[in-house]
């Protein structure tokens, strides 16, 4: 069993191997320019990396990033294989990063709050107390009360 720091490592050192050979060592049309690498983790026995990546575009070009990924999953494993030095060469999985649309999601949720504010603020610039601008009970408002019940008995 690897230390964690030691994991850590080899789970950036992957990170650069792959979205270097990514940028300039593969000639797959499906990945182009248009793939980030996110993050990388790797197994404490260091034997399986799992690498995310985000991909700028629609579902089709996910799809075929996906597809590119996966046919180019042995020329990246060699690769890292050679810069890491290690007695076994980890298997790499590609998951799509959900940060993107995670992030997207808390943004319209975020907008459509901030809309409600708006409407809010709207409908109560013009409003007045129910009660008046302080509900609550003083001392002084109790004692005018008993005094108003003493004059009138």
Do not use: C, W
């Amino acid at each position: 069993m690897a230390d964690n720091a030691r994991a850590k490592r080899l789970a950036d050192l992957i990170r650069e191997v792959v979205a270097q050979k990514l940028q300039r060592g593969i000639k797959d049309p499906r990945l182009g320019s248009h793939i980030t690498i996110t993050d990388t983790r790797v197994t404490g026995d260091l034997r399986e990396a799992t690498v995310f990546y985000t991909v700028y575009g629609g579902d089709e070009e996910r799809a075929a990033a996906a597809a590119g990924l996966e046919s180019a999953k042995g020329i990246l494993r060699s690769e890292v294989g050679r810069a890491a030095g290690v007695k076994f060469t980890p298997t790499l999985a590609f998951v799509a990063d959900a940060l993107p649309d995670t992030a997207k999601n808390i943004e319209d949720l975020l907008d459509r709050a901030r809309q409600s504010d708006a409407k809010v603020r709207e409908a109560s610039a013009g409003a007045a107390y129910a009660g008046g601008a302080d509900p609550y009970r003083k001392p002084e408002d109790d004692e005018e009360a008993d005094e108003t019940d003493d004059a009138a008995e």
